[in-house]
């Protein structure tokens, strides 16, 4: 149980473009879920956090228009780079919160490989 | 909770002890996390652990928490090729809903 799916796995999209990376729980219900960023060998920063039914809070440095995200039920929530440049490749994780609670776990999906020429 | 430090990188032999180590900044974290990451993969939850505690052993994983200097290492036992991966720790902040994650380290099992 308790599985995030990502999709696409991977995308390359021209500069100017923009690109919807969509996240999914699957066999649970989640009324929160994250987006992070994660540079090569890097950590994973988080850029905003999705509340089902409402706007999403963004992390500081993280441009809310830059990066649209969509929380429209309580197992989908999108993330649109929009106007992609290439500044903008990177690896995107999503993960969900499961709405039983459990200790604050949350759930990965396996990330979305974004590449902007 | 923004500043969670790990060394870097780790080898060790096959069969061999694996530590890593994790300091946090937020004492008032419930629990805290490891997760493996595997190349070009999401993260995957190996333990985790309350922060009343002071060990925590499951199978080959061993977590140890310093409460007092706000410290986190995670044992693993007998090392085997398919351990090497990324280690990230993370403590949830922000009322649980925030995770921040260690800078990772990369752990190269060698045969």
């Known amino acids: 149980g308790a599985v995030v799916s990502q999709h696409p796995s991977r995308v390359i999209c021209k500069s100017g473009t923009s690109v919807k990376i969509e996240c999914r729980s699957l066999?649970?219900?989640?009324?929160?879920m994250f987006w992070y960023r994660q540079f090569p060998k890097q950590s994973l920063m988080l850029m905003a956090t999705?509340?089902?039914?409402?706007?999403?809070?963004?992390e500081q440095g993280v441009e809310k228009d830059k990066f649209l995200i969509n929380h429209a039920s309580l197992t989908l929530s999108t993330l649109t780079v929009t106007s992609a440049h290439p500044e903008d490749s990177s690896f995107y994780i999503c993960s969900a919160r499961h709405l039983a609670g459990g200790p604050n776990e949350q759930f990965f999906g396996p990330g979305t490989r974004l590449t902007v020429l | 909770g923004e500043d969670v430090e790990q060394s870097l990188f780790l080898s060790v032999r096959e069969g061999d002890s694996s530590v890593i180590n994790c300091t946090y900044t937020?004492?008032?974290?419930?629990?805290l996390y490891w997760y493996k990451q595997e190349p070009g993969a999401g993260l995957q939850l190996l333990t985790y652990?309350?922060?009343?505690?002071d060990m925590k052993q499951d199978q080959r994983l061993t977590v140890l928490l310093n409460k007092k200097d706000k410290h986190l290492s995670l044992r693993i036992a007998d090392t085997q090729t398919g351990d090497s991966a990324i280690y990230f720790c993370?403590?949830?902040?922000?009322?649980?809903?925030?995770?921040?994650f260690g800078t990772g380290t990369s752990l190269t099992v060698i045969p």
């Open positions: 937020d004492s008032s974290s419930t629990y």
């Open positions: 066999d649970f219900q989640a009324t929160t």
């Open positions: 999705s509340n089902e039914g409402s706007k999403a809070t963004y």
């Open positions: 993370a403590e949830p902040t922000g009322g649980g809903n925030q995770f921040y």
């Open positions: 652990i309350f922060s009343n505690m």
